[in-house]
């Protein structure tokens, strides 16, 4: 190869890969990517659609039935042996979100998750759990909660992590009373005072 040659070659690399990789870029659609090795971008909000955030307030019952043919409250995990307020034990549900404390009354979404007891000496559930509302312009957004929920307190709260849907990039908190417990079904209903900030 006469250096001449080998000089071309080398222009044609430094010249036109350079070019492949912005036309594959564009390509696939990603206008205004770097092409260097950066997949992260800072982007308008305003083209987002978000623009000012909003504080909403829900107040929802949170209706756990445990006992019957049809629970929406499974214990998945028994406590550890020895424990007498049940350290450890892990329970899954499917709870329906109403609008009353009535089991009966209007049904706008669903809390999906479980929970553990978490502590050792006193009781105090680690909760993880989605809200999906099923109703109006809400149906199929989500939030998340995920706290602590020492369920003997009068009132607790526990922080809303995000969302999805109406509720992207959604925070805030929940605080929660018993409405009701029943000690020989378990069964309860739990007043959810939801306060969400979201677009
Ligand atoms: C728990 O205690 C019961 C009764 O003492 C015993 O039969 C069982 O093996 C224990 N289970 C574990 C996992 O230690
Ligand atoms: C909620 O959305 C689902 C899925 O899109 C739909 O099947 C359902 O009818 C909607 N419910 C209401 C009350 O709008």
Request: no cysteine; proline share 4%.
């Amino acid at each position: 190869m006469t250096k001449v040659a080998a000089f071309h070659m080398l222009a044609a690399a430094f010249f036109i890969y350079p070019f492949l990789f912005s036309f594959s870029f564009l390509a696939s659609g990603d206008k205004g990517v770097e092409t260097h090795g950066v997949f992260g971008r800072i982007v308008d909000r305003k083209l987002m659609g978000l623009k000012k955030e909003k504080l909403t307030h829900f107040k929802l019952y949170w209706q756990e039935v445990v006992s019957g043919k049809k629970p929406t409250s499974i214990r998945v995990v028994q406590p550890v042996n020895g424990s007498s307020i049940s350290f450890g034990l892990v329970q899954m549900y499917d709870n329906t979100l109403t609008t009353g404390s009535d089991p009966g009354s209007k049904m706008v979404g669903r809390a999906q998750g479980l929970f553990t007891q978490a502590g050792q000496n006193v009781v105090a559930l680690l909760m993880a759990q989605n809200f999906v509302f099923l109703q109006g312009k809400y149906n199929g957004s989500t939030i998340t909660v995920l706290g602590r929920n020492p369920v003997f307190d009068a009132e607790r709260e526990m922080p809303i992590l995000g969302g999805s849907g109406l509720f992207r990039f959604a925070r805030g908190y929940v605080q929660i009373r018993t409405h009701t417990f029943d000690p020989k079904t378990l069964d309860s209903i739990i007043e959810y005072n939801v306060y969400v900030l979201h677009y």
